[in-house]
């Protein structure tokens, strides 16, 4: 079956797709939604407009779709992208990194239920310490492009996602129930190499802005 | 040891409905064993002390073209639980009715957080409106003489029972919120 990815560029999304196609399903596109809303409930990811760089190194075409960010009309724009995306690249179905979202998953449920089409979510209710190792296990680059919650800090800004972040990210949870990987958006993430890249990304640092009491976002530079 | 059978057609959707009842079972320090419903042999049915039907994606009707797979569930005096297409299965081999017999019935589609209300107790769930995660386009028209419902939502019948076999049914999928069912079923000596 050929698959389309619902892409940000995260650890999330990369490694959905990477699970489908090691188990034989073709990936066809990535869809990506930029949302110029900061608070958007479904799309605000801090590195989303990288997402072009990761595509030409996984060998895909990117489908791009804008939206505002306002609430119900950030699910239209998504609806569009899919439907565009079933057209263009006649997918049968889509893949998302939704771990434990019920908002976010039976949001792309629905949209793909009416398109037509399969919605798969290979990492729905997964252990985030576990699949924190498996993420190194399978050689995946991660850095941290946005935290939201105490007490993350600017410092942990661009920190790649290894066996200190692990053993970190464990007691953290158990002190503050911080989410291992960071389900409950307490960090967001942007995967510098996997292996469905044809080559690494080339990170060269960036700028750290800071957004609130506790928020940070890294606008990443890449080569 | 707990079988988990899988409904999936797609081998990638066991790990959105199979792994998380397996995480679940597991944590209990329960040993299981997952076949999907076209592997299922006499042996691995015999091997089982209890038996989980999973439930698969919106799209999924296939397992309503191999019914003929589910012929040992009117003989079987273990105990069974029935997720989503699990407790339709249920319902249709024990003489009940599903909506819609395999395609999509738009006013029976429940897909997100939903409360259902319980008439009754029912593993673990006390009497009473409980938020539940639904994701299925069809419905239970009517159950079987043998069953008793113990649940509904505004769309219909949500928990099954039969009367005096170990025999459960839920719409609703518990390996998301109310991992109680699955745990209880567990428990059952």
Redesign the interface.
């Known amino acids: 079956?050929r698959l389309g990815v619902l892409f940000s560029g995260g650890k999330d999304s990369v490694y959905s797709a990477y699970?489908?196609k090691t188990?034989?399903?073709e990936l066809s596109c990535l869809i990506s939604v930029y949302s110029k809303n900061k608070e958007s409930f479904m799309f605000h990811t801090p590195s989303i407009r990288k997402t072009k760089f990761q595509a030409k190194v996984m060998g895909l075409p990117l489908v791009i779709r804008e939206t505002e960010g306002r609430k119900e009309d950030e699910l239209k724009d998504l609806e569009t992208a899919i439907k565009s995306a079933k057209e263009k690249y006649k997918i049968g179905g889509i893949?998302t990194g939704a771990i434990g979202s019920?908002?976010q998953a039976?949001?792309v449920?629905?949209i793909?239920?009416e398109a037509?089409?399969?919605?798969?979510?290979?990492?729905?209710?997964?252990?985030g310490n576990a699949y924190l190792a498996e993420l190194l296990d399978n050689k995946f680059e991660v850095i941290l492009t946005g935290v939201f919650a105490y007490p993350l800090d600017n410092k942990w800004i661009f920190r790649k996602i290894d066996k200190k972040f692990i053993a970190e990210m464990d007691v953290l949870n158990k002190k503050y129930k911080i989410h291992p990987a960071g389900e409950g958006g307490e960090f967001e993430t942007f995967v510098i190499n996997c292996p469905l890249y044809s080559r690494s990304l080339k990170f060269c640092g960036g700028k750290i802005i800071k957004e609130g009491e506790n928020a940070f976002r890294g606008e990443i530079k890449l080569k | 040891m707990i079988l988990i059978i899988s409904l999936c057609k797609e081998k990638l959707h066991d790990l959105e409905f199979v792994k998380p009842i397996e995480k679940v079972v597991s944590s209990l320090g329960e040993k299981c064993s997952v076949k999907n419903y076209i592997e299922v042999a006499k042996t691995d049915l015999e091997k089982a002390d209890k038996v989980l039907l999973s439930g698969t994606s919106l799209m999924d009707f296939d397992y309503f073209n191999h019914m003929d797979k589910f012929s040992w569930l009117k003989d079987c005096e273990k105990p069974v639980l029935g997720i989503c297409a699990g407790m339709e299965i249920i319902v249709h081999e024990f003489g009940g009715k599903i909506e819609g017999d395999g395609k999509k019935v738009k006013d029976k589609v429940e897909i997100g957080a939903n409360s259902v209300n319980f008439e009754k107790d029912f593993l673990g769930i006390s009497k009473g409106k409980h938020k539940v995660y639904s994701l299925h386009q069809l419905g239970v028209r009517k159950v079987g003489k043998n069953f008793e419902v113990y649940a509904k939502s505004n769309k219909g019948i949500q928990a099954i029972k039969h009367r005096s076999k170990g025999i459960y049914g839920v719409l609703f999928h518990p390996e998301v919120y109310n991992h109680e069912v699955i745990e209880n079923f567990v428990k059952i000596n």
Not at chain 1, 116 to 127: H, R, S
């Open positions: 079956m699970v489908a188990m034989g399903y893949v019920v908002y039976s949001r449920q629905k793909c239920d037509g089409l399969e919605c798969f979510n290979p990492l729905w209710q997964k252990d």
